[in-house]
């Protein structure tokens, strides 16, 4: 059974920066397509990043520039840094993941089977 579990979130002001991590487990992260999505109830979720199983990460143009998806094999976790952060930025960020040895882009995000149960984020003006 794969299992997600995301951390590091928390309350920050404005331009300020945030690691947020997600430990998985009973499967390797090398092995997975993985990203990040976020969202705000009841909208619908926003996609962060992806990285495919040869650390090639995508982005959404909104995304780019300012969130970092990446991985460690050995801590078999990934993570998303997130720099200059915005108030817009304040939501619940999830990790995801599902067994794609191709297409594994941002675009796929939204469709994996397996998540973790989130961390908040929350960004103060």
């Known amino acids: 059974q794969v299992h997600l579990v995301e951390s590091g979130g928390g309350s920050v002001q404005a331009g300020g920066s945030l690691r947020l991590s997600c430990k998985a487990s009973?499967?390797?992260?090398?092995?997975?397509?993985m990203g990040w999505y976020r969202q705000v109830p009841p909208k619908a979720q926003e996609t962060v990043a992806a990285?495919?199983?040869?650390?090639?990460?995508t982005y959404p143009d909104s995304m780019k520039g300012r969130f970092t998806i990446s991985k460690d094999k050995g801590a078999n976790t990934l993570y998303l840094l997130m720099n200059n952060l915005r108030p817009e930025d304040t939501a619940i960020y999830y990790c995801?993941?599902?067994?794609?040895?191709?297409?594994?882009?941002?675009?796929?995000?939204?469709?994996?089977?397996?998540r973790g149960q989130g961390t908040q984020v929350y960004v103060s003006s």
């Open positions: 009973a499967y390797t992260v090398n092995n997975y397509c």
């Open positions: 990285i495919d199983t040869d650390g090639r990460t």
């Open positions: 995801a993941t599902d067994y794609r040895p191709s297409g594994c882009t941002w675009k796929s995000v939204e469709n994996f089977a397996y």
